[in-house]
């Protein structure tokens, strides 16, 4: 059956024709849905990519400090979305450290189907009492498999420091190349190139001229060139005046905040910097831009002989005096040609026929430097995709209605699969829900398409000054943060969705099965594989898309719990009342069920009042164990060793060991002869001395021991004494 939710009825006619003699073959590459989500709180699309299958994972911002990840099926289907959130919880008023304030920066897709997450968080080392360092911030990548769930955890930073990881990339080899941004002074961010056994290979710092330092609320680009470099681009700020000098004229102010578009090139395999450019932007301050206004680098993409495309999203004069005095600028979408490292030679504008637009996003296509953009035209409101030749002239242009119905629309596209049509995500920060537009194959649907509007290029000069921002190429390096584990939590972060239009071939849709999961338990250093051969050993909800007869995706979900292992229990050490109306007792963490004193309980900590010997039991599919605690009324007791022992090889008192009626806990058995000479130690109580030393039988005589014990209520006890050996 066709399902076709359009107003215009000829072209429903006609769709269901095509659909009439195309069933047979299931052909799908005229579906398209226009759909719209809605969350629990206000959702921004801050990020958004397409992977296999079709597939897209966005990163969304629902509130200032709070974010979560989405991934869709081909058609729009919700797969999963999930909030992840720092698992450290502030328990106690004197516990540090702890977390707040974590924000994810943006999204970057591995070699393998799984996903980055990079940002910050804010770590505190100061207790409410006011005891520990003060707080700072530190940057963080967290990994995902395709199914949602935590690969790793990853922390760089260091108590009085401040960073944030705010772009990411992985290298064909798997190396991680991190931009590691620094809030303290002297400012000093890198760039780190990361093996997958978390080893850091190299690391560059960067450090720039002290009149110039990072506009903070813009994220570097990276891309790794065919050559194999990497070239990073960066928004610089001064906010201090600047002065232009021409001869028989009066100093010319140009006023702050002045930014600068900073690129420079670093080798891949060993993160020396090779060549840097720096270009200013055209300066806004007493013009008619908005002053919180930040240019933007949106995307680079090599072209064909080596040439750079930088796309940028900026304002450009609009008025026709001296550069220094414009007043009038307009926002377009800037197209800048460049060498391999950066270095200008060309400068395109577009702009619709409407007038100024807002660049969104944009992405290579093909293999020949071609570029897919999308922007917001200001004046409607409307999106705009356009395609961008490798010599900058526009060959085609589409646009789409605001199906939000709001004037602060944005948005994020990208290209689905093989290039096959595309997601097209509308947003606005203030809204609770957001829209998404799945074209067909083609790249249209007639739910919110528009006759398309008319992309004008413009080639312009760039009169502005270049090379001001340049860094020190002599800064030594200081490894002063650390990259280690970081525990996140997962929480769902549920969207509800309403079609508002779709045309969709009636041989068959997509199912998602997520009702009647698959419950597996497997045992620690067991797998389990998933009919897509992927290897599962952590516990978590997986999933795999099967294919129908007719080519639909048939998603099925697997709950896998890694038990585990029995074998592994341990407890809390004999322990004593001491006068306490109740304590304690403490088995390892992780089992489903206890067994106190064949009592059930779901918990690892069981309260006694009452002396004697306790028992717990864990039990599954993997084994049983029962351990024992012996609680005693009293902490103290006296030491008991014996005075003489007779290694002669009858098997009656052949070891000097510590007596098993000693309730204290054994620091430490030395033996001495009368000469003073270390005949033997031992901090286990199990071992004991049989009268040699170093395989020789010693003679018989009076030996000094010296034991050294703790007793269960942790009172260092000693005691010193003699012992007669007799043979």
């Given at each position: 059956?066709?399902?076709?939710?359009?107003?215009?009825?000829?072209?429903?006619?006609?769709?269901?024709?095509?659909?009439?003699?195309?069933?047979?073959?299931?052909?799908?590459?005229?579906?398209?849905?226009?759909?719209?989500?809605?969350?629990?709180?206000?959702?921004?699309?801050?990020?958004?990519?397409?992977?296999?299958?079709?597939?897209?994972?966005?990163?969304?911002?629902?509130?200032?400090?709070?974010?979560?990840?989405?991934?869709?099926?081909?058609?729009?289907?919700?797969?999963?979305?999930?909030?992840?959130?720092?698992?450290?919880?502030?328990?106690?008023?004197?516990?540090?450290?702890?977390?707040?304030?974590?924000?994810?920066?943006?999204?970057?897709?591995?070699?393998?189907?799984?996903?980055?997450?990079?940002?910050?968080?804010?770590?505190?080392?100061?207790?409410?009492?006011?005891?520990?360092?003060?707080?700072?911030?530190?940057?963080?990548?967290?990994?995902?498999?395709?199914?949602?769930?935590?690969?790793?955890?990853?922390?760089?930073?260091?108590?009085?420091?401040?960073?944030?990881?705010?772009?990411?990339?992985?290298?064909?080899?798997?190396?991680?190349?991190?931009?590691?941004?620094?809030?303290?002074?002297?400012?000093?961010?890198?760039?780190?190139?990361?093996?997958?056994?978390?080893?850091?290979?190299?690391?560059?710092?960067?450090?720039?001229?002290?009149?110039?330092?990072?506009?903070?609320?813009?994220?570097?680009?990276?891309?790794?060139?065919?050559?194999?470099?990497?070239?990073?681009?960066?928004?610089?700020?001064?906010?201090?005046?600047?002065?232009?000098?021409?001869?028989?004229?009066?100093?010319?102010?140009?006023?702050?905040?002045?930014?600068?578009?900073?690129?420079?090139?670093?080798?891949?395999?060993?993160g020396h910097l090779l060549e840097e450019y720096s270009y200013q932007c055209p300066p806004l301050t007493n013009t008619n831009a908005p002053p919180d206004f930040v240019p933007r680098i949106k995307n680079v993409t090599e072209l064909p002989g080596g040439n750079l495309s930088i796309l940028a999203d900026m304002y450009i004069p609009a008025d026709s005096v001296i550069f220094y005095n414009h007043r009038i600028f307009s926002r377009t979408v800037v197209n800048l040609i460049t060498n391999m490292d950066g270095g200008f030679f060309l400068h395109f504008a577009y702009h619709s026929q409407n007038g100024p637009i807002v660049l969104q996003n944009a992405w290579p296509t093909g293999n020949n430097g071609e570029q897919i953009a999308l922007a917001v035209d200001s004046s409607s409101q409307q999106l705009v995709l356009f395609k961008i030749a490798p010599d900058a002239h526009i060959e085609?242009?589409?646009?789409?209605?605001?199906?939000?119905?709001?004037?602060?629309?944005?948005?994020?596209?990208?290209?689905?699969?093989?290039?096959?049509?595309?997601?097209?995500?509308?947003?606005?920060?203030?809204?609770?829900?957001?829209?998404?537009?799945?074209?067909?194959?083609?790249?249209?649907?007639?739910?919110?398409?528009?006759?398309?509007?008319?992309?004008?290029?413009?080639?312009?000069?760039?009169?502005?000054?270049?090379?001001?921002?340049?860094?020190?190429?002599?800064?030594?390096?200081?490894?002063?943060?650390?990259?280690?584990?970081?525990?996140?939590?997962?929480?769902?972060?549920?969207?509800?969705?309403?079609?508002?239009?779709?045309?969709?071939?009636?041989?068959?849709?997509?199912?998602?099965?997520?009702?009647?999961?698959?419950?597996?338990?497997?045992?620690?250093?067991?797998?389990?594989?998933?009919?897509?051969?992927?290897?599962?050993?952590?516990?978590?909800?997986?999933?795999?898309?099967?294919?129908?007869?007719?080519?639909?995706?048939?998603?099925?979900?697997?709950?896998?719990?890694?038990?585990?292992?029995?074998?592994?229990?341990?407890?809390?050490?004999?322990?004593?009342?001491?006068?306490?109306?109740?304590?304690?007792?403490?088995?390892?963490?992780?089992?489903?069920?206890?067994?106190?004193?064949?009592?059930?309980?779901?918990?690892?900590?069981?309260?006694?009042?009452?002396?004697?010997?306790?028992?717990?039991?864990?039990?599954?599919?993997?084994?049983?164990?029962?351990?024992?605690?012996?609680?005693?009324?009293?902490?103290?007791?006296?030491?008991?060793?014996?005075?003489?022992?007779?290694?002669?090889?009858?098997?009656?008192?052949?070891?000097?060991?510590?007596?098993?009626?000693?309730?204290?806990?054994?620091?430490?058995?030395?033996?001495?002869?009368?000469?003073?000479?270390?005949?033997?130690?031992?901090?286990?109580?199990?071992?004991?001395?049989?009268?040699?030393?170093?395989?020789?039988?010693?003679?018989?005589?009076?030996?000094?021991?010296?034991?050294?014990?703790?007793?269960?209520?942790?009172?260092?006890?000693?005691?010193?004494?003699?012992?007669?050996?007799?043979?």
């Open positions: 059956m066709t399902i076709c939710y359009l107003k215009n009825i000829n072209l429903c006619t006609v769709l269901f024709f095509l659909t009439a003699n195309a069933a047979s073959q299931c052909i799908k590459d005229s579906d398209f849905y226009s759909i719209t989500y809605r969350g629990l709180d206000k959702n921004h699309i801050s990020f958004a990519t397409a992977i296999s299958q079709s597939e897209v994972i966005s990163l969304t911002r629902h509130s200032v400090f709070s974010d979560f990840v989405t991934k869709f099926t081909s058609q729009g289907k919700v797969i999963w979305s999930n909030e992840y959130i720092p698992d450290y919880p502030f328990d106690y008023w004197w516990q540090y450290p702890w977390y707040e304030n974590t924000l994810m920066e943006g999204m970057t897709m591995g070699n393998d189907s799984t996903c980055f997450i990079y940002g910050s968080t804010t770590e505190h080392g100061t207790t409410l009492n006011g005891a520990g360092p003060p707080d700072h911030k530190a940057g963080l990548i967290l990994h995902l498999d395709k199914s949602g769930n935590v690969i790793s955890g990853k922390y760089l930073g260091n108590w009085r420091t401040g960073y944030s990881v705010n772009n990411l990339i992985q290298l064909p080899d798997g190396n991680l190349i991190v931009y590691l941004r620094s809030h303290f002074f002297p400012y000093t961010s890198k760039v780190l190139c990361i093996d997958a056994a978390g080893v850091i290979i190299w690391a560059t710092p960067l450090q720039t001229n002290s009149l110039y330092k990072e506009a903070s609320t813009a994220n570097p680009v990276m891309k790794q060139l065919s050559n194999g470099n990497i070239i990073v681009e960066n928004e610089m700020v001064r906010n201090l005046d600047d002065t232009l000098q021409y001869p028989f004229q009066p100093p010319i102010i140009v006023p702050a905040p002045l930014y600068y578009f900073h690129f420079f090139t670093i080798d891949g395999s060993n085609w242009s589409k646009s789409f209605a605001n199906a939000l119905a709001t004037p602060n629309l944005s948005g994020i596209a990208m290209e689905k699969q093989n290039n096959k049509g595309f997601f097209l995500f509308q947003t606005d920060p203030e809204l609770i829900s957001f829209h998404v537009s799945i074209t067909n194959d083609i790249g249209n649907i007639p739910c919110t398409q528009l006759p398309a509007m008319t992309i004008v290029t413009e080639e312009f000069p760039w009169p502005w000054y270049g090379n001001k921002v340049y860094l020190n190429m002599l800064l030594p390096l200081d490894i002063d943060f650390r990259y280690s584990p970081f525990l996140f939590a997962i929480k769902a972060h549920p969207l509800t969705q309403a079609t508002d239009c779709q045309y969709q071939q009636g041989c068959c849709a997509d199912v998602i099965d997520s009702l009647h999961p698959h419950i597996i338990s497997i045992c620690e250093n067991e797998t389990y594989t998933l009919p897509d051969n992927t290897v599962v050993k952590k516990t978590g909800t997986y999933y795999t898309t099967l294919k129908t007869t007719r080519g639909c995706d048939s998603i099925v979900f697997y709950n896998i719990k890694l038990l585990k292992s029995p074998s592994h229990l341990t407890t809390s050490p004999d322990t004593c009342m001491n006068g306490a109306s109740s304590i304690q007792l403490r088995a390892l963490e992780g089992y489903d069920d206890y067994w106190w004193n064949n009592i059930l309980s779901d918990k690892s900590v069981y309260q006694i009042h009452t002396p004697g010997n306790y028992t717990v039991k864990v039990q599954n599919s993997c084994g049983s164990k029962t351990a024992t605690i012996i609680v005693y009324d009293r902490c103290d007791f006296p030491i008991y060793f014996p005075g003489a022992f007779t290694p002669n090889g009858d098997h009656l008192n052949d070891v000097l060991k510590i007596p098993a009626l000693n309730k204290n806990k054994l620091r430490r058995l030395s033996i001495f002869n009368r000469w003073g000479q270390l005949v033997f130690k031992t901090t286990n109580p199990d071992d004991g001395w049989d009268g040699r030393l170093k395989g020789i039988a010693q003679p018989i005589g009076v030996y000094i021991y010296f034991l050294e014990m703790e007793s269960l209520s942790g009172q260092r006890l000693d005691q010193k004494g003699t012992v007669v050996l007799i043979r």
